[in-house]
């Protein structure tokens, strides 16, 4: 479990294919504190520590896993969203985040906005109604809040703003259309939505 708080920014430093995609990630973590086994957050998706050095961890991404998730992240040289798995007594900064990405998003727009960037995301239509005005959502497992949301032919449409030291401390710097970002919507509105599906039927 997480909580959308980003700290560290790795660097996919190799990546092998194996029976899956055997990633080893250069990381400002002290690996000494960090058993192999461990739940690390990169960029949105949950992924178990399988090996470590003095700078870097190794993870297995699966091929349901590359299938689900936003392309490019797993290739030599990406840029990741890291965060450490959340312990008891930590600071829930963001909001509840597990990790396990809902939809792969696309940015439609990017734009600046004072000194942030406002950016407009379309996610496919059945994520649409788990997605709310005001409410959380984790962007490649960066936690934001929801301007907000439009319904369209193409999908739904929503904005978030991007503030200058979310830019700076994340791998949003200089996001641009098209981009491609994994989606998870907040774990309440997931429940919410399979109660009210139940009912239904």
Do not use: C, M, W
């Given at each position: 479990m997480f909580t959308g708080i980003v700290t560290d920014i790795g660097t996919v430093r190799s990546a092998q294919q194996r029976g899956d995609l055997r990633l080893q990630?250069?990381?400002?973590?002290?690996l000494?504190?960090?058993?192999?086994?461990?739940s690390i957050a990169c960029s949105g998706t949950c992924?178990?520590?399988v090996d470590k050095g003095d700078d870097w961890f190794a993870v297995d991404v699966s091929g349901e896993t590359q299938s689900r998730t936003a392309s490019g992240l797993w290739n030599e040289g990406a840029k990741l969203n890291l965060e450490r798995s959340l312990r008891m007594g930590d600071e829930i900064g963001g909001h509840i985040v597990t990790g396990h990405v809902d939809a792969v998003g696309e940015v439609v727009e990017a734009r600046a906005e004072g000194d942030s960037v406002q950016i407009l995301v379309r996610v496919p239509s059945e994520l649409g109604a788990m997605v709310a005005p005001k409410g959380s959502?984790?962007?490649d497992g960066v936690s934001l809040t929801v301007n907000e949301v439009e319904d369209t032919p193409d999908g739904t449409r929503f904005s978030v703003n991007i503030i200058p030291h979310t830019a700076q401390q994340t791998t949003?710097?200089?996001?641009?259309?098209?981009?491609?970002?994994?989606?998870?919507?907040?774990?309440?509105s997931r429940y919410i939505q399979r109660m009210i599906a139940s009912r239904a039927h």
């Open positions: 990630i250069q990381t400002g973590y002290d000494d504190t960090i058993d192999l086994g461990a992924l178990t520590v959502i984790a962007l949003f710097g200089g996001i641009a259309a098209a981009r491609q970002l994994n989606v998870e919507v907040d774990v309440l």
